[in-house]
């Protein structure tokens, strides 16, 4: 049963540039969270997609987008990015009656 | 506010147990959780707690909630140098199981062989 895949592992953009990172959830969740996680650092709540509609929002400008799609994958966009997005972004999906979501690998955004 | 602090850093030898330590402020919080994290991974979710419970074991694994202290730990039984890792506390907001996960700062455990 694979768990929760993202792609890429590994990006570097230059300041200015977008990206989108892309996630599919653990088969059976419907429910996709993102979080952001800065070097030395616990992983800070992006938002969470349900349904196709971005239900909870965390401190992150609106320079920060997403998307959820019918089957239940999730797209995570970055606008003008800044040196300071430089993370690990991490996707973590889970359903109603599971508890404690499962965390993908990651993707390394790199912004030079 | 929300806010999770937990100690940066803890050295064990292996087959000692470990105890590391987390605070949370958010009293409404129902679910509490820890999750390892090796290098160049992603999380893995080790175990939970119901706010209700004072204790829960699995295996190597003993969880101690004292609710009033807001304080939580984790106890690893018969370290294992596979154990070194970066250790999460995190609390569920506003009390649902599917809402947002509030991280500590993590807790780097070295079990020296």
């Known amino acids: 049963d694979a768990g929760v895949t993202q792609s890429p592992t590994h990006l570097i953009k230059t300041r200015g540039q977008q990206v989108t990172l892309r996630c599919s959830p653990k088969s059976g969740h419907d429910t996709v969270s993102w979080y952001q996680q800065a070097l030395g650092q616990g992983p800070q709540f992006i938002f969470q997609y349900y349904e196709e509609e971005e239900r909870q929002r965390g401190n992150f400008p609106d320079r920060f987008s997403g998307h959820q799609f019918p089957n239940y994958s999730s797209e995570l966009n970055v606008n003008a990015l800044l040196l300071g997005d430089s993370a690990l972004y991490l996707c973590?999906?889970?359903?109603?009656?599971?508890?404690?979501?499962?965390f993908g690998s990651g993707t390394r955004l790199t912004v030079v | 506010g929300e806010d999770v602090e937990q100690s940066l850093f803890l050295s064990v030898r292996e087959g000692d147990s470990s105890v590391i330590n987390c605070t949370y402020t958010?009293?409404?919080?129902?679910?509490l959780y820890w999750y390892k994290q090796e290098p160049g991974a992603g999380l893995q979710l080790l175990t939970y707690i119901f706010s209700n419970m004072d204790m829960k074991q699995d295996q190597r694994l003993t969880v101690l909630l004292n609710k009033k202290d807001k304080h939580l730990s984790l106890r690893i039984a018969d370290t294992q140098t596979g154990d070194s890792a970066i250790y999460f506390c995190a609390e569920s907001d506003y009390g649902g199981a599917t809402n947002k996960l509030i991280f500590g700062t993590g807790t780097l455990l070295a079990v020296q062989p």
């Open positions: 973590a999906s889970i359903r109603a009656g599971i508890y404690g979501y499962t």
């Open positions: 958010d009293s409404s919080s129902t679910y």
